[in-house]
């Protein structure tokens, strides 16, 4: 009798607590809904001619500008950067037993413009082994994308079978031509530059890599370390971009620490911080007449999840109690971000200082991604990378912001430790929810101006807008796989450029500073055209087979379908929750609801879309 009373007790026990539990995480998901998804509704007059309309002309507070972006580790060649010993250093199908140890310093000034070179290794280290790392597969797909574990490979043991599959660390970059030579930006500028002026923009953003300037530790100082060619070829540079017309937007810190200070632990040490200021400096004091507006630091908070909590970038290479550890106060991702924080505090300061203009500007660029649940239980997951990710860094570094970038890339669905393919949403190549291929590229595009005209028209201060990028590059660990450009490249036939029709739709927005009504109708007409075809397209994202998407992109893309879902900015309804008894239950009470689904606008009928001709 006793212990069916314990049975009973104990069941009555499992009850309740599922039940508060149910009860919680439906209460949270109730606060979430009212805050993130409730339809919203556009200020924008949608039956007007011009749509929206940029201030392109004005001067001073008032004026507007378009801009296009690039990056050192995407666009140039003859740098022997962390990005590039990353993207080598791979496993092999045959077995072997030990591999040298690659030089630790790079001979940055041995090229007479600066181009970084391999060192060679000292005679008394030819001899020196290191024993290689063997990374162990394994999924643990969090919002950080996961991460990899190693075990070191014992003298004799094959670290790849033959019939074992490869695993890269970038995909999609041992199978394409010359793909250390990125887009030749270092040796040959003109070519990004002329594609971005003759699309109209005013502003050009770059950036200056740390370890083409600084190629090993200064653990001496400076004077030994410091390639002064390279410093020089930049300047170089910026100053072919002003020839060009464009404002210069620099970037100090776009994902690439030096290999040297990867070695080190890199932001994990509060002495990086001083590294970062030697650099800064070099560059401040050579070229800060020449700049217009300062980007300290690219998405920071990206570069320490992928690095320091998922080990998917290099210079990282967390263990498991840092992985396990790293969202804690005290965890290696708060920390890391405290130092960068620090170093962005005093970036600022000394820009300002050193600045021979008042104009100058100094700011940061900031990655936000709107997260859903997939599930109930899942809300919690959504808050706990909100909390970390989109308030925190900015907040501690807003005494000393003249401006923040907004990177945003799209939405995704959280679901349990992973992030879920859900097959109703558009997806980008790379697994972004709703980005580009250009067919998607183009509405996109259109969409996106028109909810930064709403932010503005309801008093938001927006300055510019920046499109990444101009034409297709390295794209981290995806390699040259998911295709960003509004010019595609021909990388069998000598880097060839061609224009997509979104570069055209682009500049035509830049030149004229206006959305049209029209452009609208077209963008959106083709991609409806497409998906109604039932036409596919490229998808560089590993899925499981529960649909959680892999931290891993693919060498070779597979093919997704258009999606058949209005997702224009002021007609996108936001959906509840994806799990299956969700749905069902929403499907068995959506006869009963007396919230009646709003339709979507048409199109005016009266509209006649005629093709768009150009001319180069």
């Known amino acids: 009798m006793t212990i069916v009373t314990l049975l009973v007790s104990a069941t009555q026990l499992a009850g309740i607590l599922v039940t508060v539990t149910v009860a919680a995480n439906a209460f949270s998901f109730s606060r979430y809904r009212k805050k993130n998804l409730l339809p919203l509704r556009s200020p924008i007059d949608e039956s007007a001619d011009i749509l929206a309309s940029f201030n392109v002309d004005a001067e001073g507070e008032d004026e507007f500008f378009f801009g296009l972006a690039t990056a050192p580790a995407h666009v140039e060649d003859r740098l022997n950067d962390a990005w590039l010993q990353f993207a080598e250093d791979e496993p092999r199908k045959k077995s072997y037993k030990e591999v040298l140890e690659p030089a630790d310093a790079l001979m940055g000034a041995a090229a007479g413009d600066g181009g970084s070179q391999q060192a060679p290794l000292p005679s008394n280290e030819v001899n020196k082994t290191k024993k290689k790392r063997k990374p162990v597969k394994l999924s643990i ?199 960068m924080a620090i170093a962005h505090s005093k970036a600022y300061d000394y820009i300002h200082a050193k600045s021979t203009s008042t104009k100058s500007k100094v700011g940061v660029a900031h990655h936000v991604s709107f997260m859903r649940p997939y599930g109930l239980f899942d809300v919690a997951a959504v808050t706990l990378a909100n909390t970390l990710t989109t308030f925190p860094y900015v907040d501690s570094i807003s005494d000393r912001l003249d401006f923040m970038g907004i990177n945003y890339y799209g939405q995704e669905v959280v679901c349990g430790p992973g992030l879920k393919l859900v097959e109703a ?108 075809q039932k036409k596919t397209r490229p998808f560089y994202r590993a899925v499981n087979k529960h649909g959680l998407m892999y931290a891993g992109g693919l060498d070779e893309p597979t093919q997704r379908p258009y999606i058949q879902r209005d997702w224009r900015f002021g007609h996108y309804q936001m959906e509840g929750l994806q799990d299956p008894l969700s749905r069902l239950s929403r499907c068995i009470l959506r006869p009963f609801s007396i919230i009646k689904k709003r339709e979507p606008q048409k199109d005016d009928a009266e509209l006649v879309v005629q093709p768009l001709q150009f001319s180069i």
């Open 141 to 339: 797909e969090a919002m950080i994308r996961g991460f990899q574990k190693y075990i070191e490979v014992d003298e004799g043991e094959e670290v790849l079978g033959e019939n074992e599959e490869v695993h890269h660390k970038v995909t999609a970059w041992h199978n394409v031509p010359h793909p250390e030579e990125r887009l030749r930006f270092w040796s040959g500028p003109d070519i990004e530059l002329k594609l971005a002026k003759d699309t109209g923009v005013s502003v050009f953003r770059l950036g200056i890599d740390w370890s083409r300037i600084m190629p090993a530790e200064p653990v001496n100082g400076l004077k030994e370390t410091v390639n002064f060619a390279a410093l020089e070829r930049y300047k170089w540079i910026i100053n072919r971009v002003r020839s060009y017309g464009m404002k210069v937007m620099l970037t100090l810190f776009h994902h690439s620490l030096p290999a040297w200070a990867g070695e080190y632990g890199g932001w994990k040490l509060e002495k990086t911080i001083d590294y970062f200021m030697d650099f800064t400096r070099l560059v401040v004091d050579s070229v800060s007449d020449i700049v217009d507006y300062w980007v300290t630091f690219n998405e920071p908070h990206v570069f320490c999840m992928l690095t320091y909590c998922a080990g998917t970038w290099p210079g990282g290479n967390p263990d498991m109690l840092e992985v396990a550890t790293s969202a804690l106060p005290t965890g290696v991702y708060n920390q890391a971000m405290h130092w």
């Open 425 to 532: 949403d558009e997806y980008s190549e790379s697994g972004r929810g709703v980005y580009p291929d250009d067919l998607i590229r183009r509405p996109y595009l259109i969409e996106h101006l028109l909810a930064v005209y709403a932010a503005m028209i309801t008093g938001v201060p927006v300055i510019g807008y920046l499109f990444w990028t101009i034409s297709d590059n390295w794209e981290w660990a995806d390699g040259y796989g998911p295709k960003f450009g509004l010019v595609a490249v021909d990388r069998a036939n000598n880097l060839a450029r061609i224009p997509r029709p979104s570069y055209h739709l682009f500049t035509k927005v830049v030149t004229t500073g206006k959305v049209t009504r029209e452009d609208r109708a077209r963008a959106w007409s083709e991609l409806q055209l497409a998906a109604k």
